[in-house]
């Protein structure tokens, strides 16, 4: 497990030793050493100006078998909420929040702009079709990760997918029992994951359920019980994870999955349409 500070100390007394470009990798990592834990190998390299292959063996250097490594190390030890609490402490007592609100705009703009960068098409789609073929699916998020799920779980509805999502544990673990070949588990959870889902994850691929995971990082936990992983980033200036770019996954899942089976969707929503109106759900109609 690294911690934080003793990586630091780490990193500070290993550079004297290092080449000109490990030096360069090191010193971005000092820099902001908690989004190292999120950030692709690929985008520290860019922001040291220096080759992947570099960030990759500094890993090795620091001790870890390589970079996938040290993140998942680091992120076990990381919380939000002492670095925020220790930001508004020393921010300013008067004012309207206008830089707050810049900054949690420009890395949302960061995050949208980083998911634009890295999502796979093809991975979406395949995504989308396996979703489609399911004979039922179901949707595991907990926390912060639950309105992720929700939103995923009620669009598949509304397409004529068979989509549940367990409202506690007990459910999970019922829901979870009836799975077979047939169906498919996704599971939704971003740092710090819970052990729920991650254990719920693992459970369904040792049964033979595929399991797609929609979630932060390479080296989350839950990638390793999943057929497909979708990574959508979460890193935000407040002290809970940014939802945004998962919502924007989810959007296009959904317009993937209508369109790998159109006449069921356009019949499904059609119907799910005559029964709002019918029981009068919304006001005005």
């Known amino acids: 497990m690294a911690e934080p500070e003793e990586l630091r100390t780490q990193l500070a007394t290993l550079a004297p030793t290092l080449g000109k470009a490990q030096r360069q990798a090191a010193r971005a990592m000092l820099e902001d050493l908690d989004a190292v834990a999120y950030l692709p190998a690929a985008e520290l390299a860019e922001r040291a100006d220096v080759h992947t292959a570099t960030v990759v063996r500094l890993a090795q250097r620091l001790g870890f078998e390589g970079y996938p ?53 093809a991975n979406l789609a395949a995504a989308a079709e396996t979703l489609a073929g399911a004979r039922r699916v179901l949707v595991l998020g907990f926390g912060v990760a639950g309105p992720v799920a929700t939103h995923l779980a009620s669009s598949l509805r509304l397409l004529g997918v068979a989509a549940d999502q ?18 498919v588990l996704v599971a939704v959870d971003f740092h710090r994951y819970y052990r729920a889902t991650v254990d719920a994850a693992a459970a369904a691929a040792a049964a033979g359920v595929r399991v797609l995971a929609l979630t932060d990082s390479a080296v989350s936990p839950l990638a390793s019980s999943a057929q497909l992983t979708l990574i959508a980033p979460s890193e935000s200036p ?37 029964s709002y109106t019918d029981l009068r759900i919304f006001v005005g109609e």
């Open 166 to 183: 367990p409202a506690d544990l007990v459910s999970t673990v019922q829901q979870l029992g009836l799975l077979g070949p047939e169906d």
């Open 69 to 121: 490594h040290l993140q998942r190390s680091l992120r076990s030890t990381l919380s939000k909420y002492p670095h925020f609490l220790q930001e508004l402490s020393s921010g300013p007592e008067t004012g309207d929040g206008a830089a707050m609100v810049e900054g949690v705009l420009a890395q949302a703009r960061r995050n949208l702009d980083q998911l634009a960068r890295t999502a796979s098409p």
């Open 238 to 274: 407040a002290p809970r994870t940014s939802l945004a770019p998962a919502l924007t996954v989810v959007e296009a899942l959904i317009a993937l999955t209508a369109r790998a089976d159109p006449a069921r969707a356009e019949d499904a929503m059609r119907r799910i349409d005559t």
